[in-house]
């Protein structure tokens, strides 16, 4: 697989669309390992129109879903069989250890590093940071499913 992956890429991989596709680009990918995703945030996003209107601020659930979609590129690849293709979706199971460290604002570019603690054909642990240039602005452990 070519690296950087770009919507094209990921929307083949990824069930989400506009405007609950969060991952701009995948960079870096290992399969079973690691993934590295970019979301470019931008002012015209439609959940800042009421996440605050005078001083907009990126919700933290939706920085944790790019987080968990960046992971969900990693598994689906990871697992990925030529002749049955990606078959079933990938779900979103459960988050522990969430912690949100700075504000992420219009302008912004989030950078997710997701790593794989646990996998298998179906069930996924990964540990997820999201960061703004070099300052962590969010971290997760994420569990999602296949299937």
């Known amino acids: 697989m070519k690296l950087p992956l770009f919507y094209e890429d990921i929307i083949k991989i990824l069930p989400h669309r506009y405007p609950f596709l969060l991952v ?3 960079t870096e990918l290992e399969l079973g390992k690691k993934a590295t995703g970019i979301k470019n945030v931008t002012v015209n996003e439609a959940f800042f129109q009421g996440h605050f ?3 907009p601020i990126m919700p933290g659930v939706l920085i944790v879903e790019a987080m968990a979609q960046t992971g969900g590129v990693l598994a689906r690849l990871s697992v990925f069989d030529e002749k049955e293709g990606f078959g079933d979706s990938i779900y979103f199971m459960s988050m522990d250890k ?5 504000p992420v604002v219009p302008g912004d570019q989030l950078i997710f590093r997701v790593e794989a603690l646990r996998t298998g054909s179906k069930v996924w642990k990964m540990a997820g940071k999201a960061f ?4 962590l602005a969010a971290e997760a452990e994420l569990v999602a499913t296949i299937g």
């Open 98 to 102: 969430v912690k949100f460290r700075r």
């Open 24 to 26: 701009d680009r995948i």
């Open 132 to 135: 703004v240039l070099n300052d």
């Open 53 to 55: 209107p005078e001083k």
